[in-house]
């Protein structure tokens, strides 16, 4: 069953920090690049950030650009997104997906229908 998992959300002040975590299955992760994105209330959904299979290559929208960091552990079929300096527009659901391939950038690396699995998302809610 092919299956990604994220975990670590949850209610922070503004300026403090989060570390979210994405379990995959092996199929949902091995050879691929792994992004996250975010989803706030009657908004569209948005890429936040992606990185190829090695972790050579990192991604990040530029909202986010230098308080977000995208890492992943192969051995543990995880991905990770360290969030620090969080704002209250941060707040939303956020998801972590499994690219079509190993590495991804530009509108390769933001466009939803890039990728083929999802995860359920967990909620981040930063109070102002």
């Known amino acids: 069953q092919v299956q990604l998992v994220e975990s670590g959300g949850g209610l922070v002040q503004a300026g403090g920090s989060l570390r979210l975590s994405c379990a995959a299955s092996?199929?949902?992760?091995?050879?691929?690049?792994m992004a996250w994105f975010r989803q706030a209330p009657g908004k569209e959904r948005e890429f936040v950030a992606a990185?190829?299979?090695?972790?050579?290559?990192?991604y990040y929208a530029d909202s986010v650009k230098g308080r977000f960091t995208i890492s992943r552990d192969n051995a543990k079929n995880t991905v990770y997104l360290q969030m620090n300096s969080l704002k209250a527009e941060d707040t939303a659901a956020y998801y972590c997906?499994?690219?079509?391939?190993?590495?991804?950038?530009?509108?390769?690396?933001?466009?939803?229908?890039?990728?083929?699995?999802w995860g359920q998302g967990t909620q981040v809610t930063v109070s102002s």
């Open positions: 997906a499994a690219h079509r391939y190993t590495y991804c950038s530009g509108y390769g690396c933001s466009e939803g229908d890039r990728y083929d699995y």
């Open positions: 092996g199929r949902a992760f091995s050879g691929r690049a």
């Open positions: 990185i190829s299979w090695t972790g050579g290559s990192t």
